[in-house]
């Protein structure tokens, strides 16, 4: 069967340092994963896409990388703010699925003061 | 610009009612899609549209119907709700890789 797996529990992290969440899928065949970030009560945002054949991509304090020998992607906060707090999850789209996404269940991330 | 919106934000049904969740984007986007997101699940996809007039099932589709009559618009119904259909309900819009949701529909099936 097709999974994409997330850490169920929340990190709890203290401003200033980097947050790292994981992304492990498995019997996908990815053309691109993409990270979206959801707020309670609120629809999920995009953040960033990184394709197969990308190891990894930057935007700002945000970085994802990409390993598909692994099958994992990992997402990092550098610099964590209170204002990062918030649900990430991670999205799949697979060469045969045509553009629809398989998420992940999300993990909470609180950052703290 | 409104974005991705969604009427109405919350409901409560009883078991065999139906209802029709609204969902609109001022984008000009072709694809839009309808999800439910569930407590310790990812979004699975309900169904989905390419185009205008064209609809598709997606992951979960049984209970739910769809139709998108204008390009702007994208309807979800549900013909007899069941408590199973308890849920908060997510429309997204794309143009290419990237989707853009709307804020979500609660909704409460007794």
């Known amino acids: 069967s097709q999974k994409i797996e997330q850490n169920s529990e929340a990190l709890n992290i203290q401003e200033g340092k980097t947050a790292t969440l994981t992304c492990n899928y498995t019997n996908y065949s990815p053309a691109y994963l993409q990270w979206y970030r959801q707020d309670p009560g609120r629809g999920p945002v995009f953040l960033l896409l990184?394709?197969?054949?990308?190891k990894e991509k930057r935007k700002e304090r945000l970085k994802v990388t990409f390993d598909t020998t692994l099958k994992q992607s990992l997402f990092h906060i550098t610099a964590s703010q209170p204002a990062d707090s918030a649900t990430y999850l991670c999205a799949l789209v697979t060469t045969d699925s045509w553009g629809k996404l398989q998420f992940g269940a999300g993990t909470q991330v609180v950052v703290t003061p | 610009n409104a974005g991705v919106t969604q009427t109405p934000k919350f409901r409560v049904l009883k078991t065999g009612q139906s209802m029709t969740l609204l969902c609109a984007q001022d984008m000009n986007h072709e694809y839009m899609y309808w999800y439910r997101q569930d407590p310790g699940m990812g979004l699975r996809l309900i169904h989905y549209s390419v185009g205008e007039g064209t609809t598709a099932k997606g992951e979960v589709p049984d209970g739910y119907n769809v139709s998108r009559l204008k390009k702007q618009n994208f309807l979800l119904g549900l013909e007899s709700a069941a408590p199973s259909q308890t849920s908060v309900y997510f429309c997204?819009?794309?143009?290419?890789?990237?989707?853009?949701f709307g804020p979500g529909t609660r909704l409460l099936v007794l």
């Open positions: 990184i394709r197969e054949n990308e």
């Open positions: 997204a819009s794309s143009s290419g890789e990237t989707q853009y």
